[in-house]
C-alpha cells in the first residue's frame, strides 16, 4: 500500500506563486507515475501533470509553461510548482500514484491523497 500526503496549498492572489508537495510513505515510489490532479466545485477531476518513474513530464495543455512537476526520489516525494497562478486555477489538488507508466486518465491511478486546496484571488 501506498499513502500519499499532500500540502503546499493556500490562498493566493492572480499572478502568484506556490509549490504543492506529495509525500509518499509505505514503499518506494521510485518506479511508479506519480500525477496531479484537480476539481473544482461543480466539475470533474481532471488531469494537471504526470511525470514517469524515468522523468518523462506531461502537463495538460492549460498549465503547460506555468506548472512544472518534478520529483525527489531520495525523498519519496513529488511536486507540483505553479506560477502565473489564474483565478481558473483555483481547485482541490489531488496527488496520485500507479506502478508503471504515466497515463492522464485517473481512472488507471491506484493510490490517492486527501487533497489540498488551492485558491486563487483575482
Known amino acids: 500500500q501506498v499513502q500519499l500526503v499532500e500540502s503546499g496549498g493556500g490562498l493566493v492572489q492572480a499572478g502568484g506563486s506556490l509549490r504543492l508537495s506529495c509525500a509518499a510513505s509505505g514503499r518506494t515510489v521510485n518506479n511508479y507515475a506519480m500525477a496531479w490532479f484537480r476539481q473544482a466545485p461543480g466539475k470533474e477531476r481532471e488531469f494537471v501533470a504526470a511525470?514517469?518513474?524515468?522523468?518523462?513530464?506531461n502537463y495538460v495543455d492549460s498549465v503547460k509553461c506555468r506548472f512544472t512537476i518534478s520529483r525527489d526520489n531520495a525523498k519519496n516525494t513529488v511536486y507540483l510548482q505553479m506560477t502565473s497562478l489564474k483565478f481558473e486555477d483555483t481547485a482541490s489538488y489531488y496527488c496520485a500514484a500507479r506502478p508503471g507508466r504515466s497515463t492522464w486518465s485517473r481512472t488507471e491511478y491506484d493510490y490517492w491523497g486527501q487533497g489540498t486546496q488551492v485558491t486563487v484571488s483575482s
Open positions: 511525470i514517469h518513474w524515468s522523468g518523462l513530464k
